[in-house]
Nanobody, 123 residues
Framework: QVQLVESGGGLVQAGGSLTLSCAAS????????MGWFRQAPGKEREFIAS????????NYKDSVKGRFTISRDNAKNTNYLQMNSLEPDDTAVYYC????????????????WGQGTQVTVSS
């Protein structure tokens, strides 16, 4: 069992930056691929980024490439999503999730989820 707790969300102006954190606890938490998803009101939850257990494989949604960076610190059992040049369309609840797969952007491949953190970008 893995427990995930996100933090770092908030209100930011367009063009600003935020860093989300996801603290993991539980047995073998550092062995999981970690992903970030987001869900805007009235829209489906979508994949944003993932990072493999070793940190060597990273994947991003096309629209966030060059703006968002995912990283992890296995010694702290924490992964991060650095978000720069934020746009109003980035407004959503952001979720951290854990998967046993090496890499995946599919919601169904993620077994454990955090409660989400709200990110609001004002224009």
């Amino acid at each position: 069992q893995v427990q995930l707790v996100e933090s770092g969300g908030g209100l930011v102006q367009a063009g600003g930056s935020l860093t989300l954190s996801c603290a993991a606890s539980g047995r073998t938490a550092s062995s999981f691929t970690m992903g970030w998803f987001r869900q805007a009101p009235g829209k489906e939850r979508e994949f944003i980024a993932s990072i493999s257990a070793s940190g060597g494989i990273r994947n991003y949604k096309d629209s966030v490439k060059g703006r968002f960076t995912i990283s992890r610190d296995n010694a702290k059992n924490t992964n991060y999503l650095q978000m720069n040049s934020l746009e109003p369309d980035d407004t959503a609840v952001y979720y951290c999730a854990a998967s046993a797969r090496l890499r995946s952007g599919l919601i169904n491949d993620y077994n454990y989820w955090g409660q989400g953190t709200q990110v609001t970008v004002s224009s």
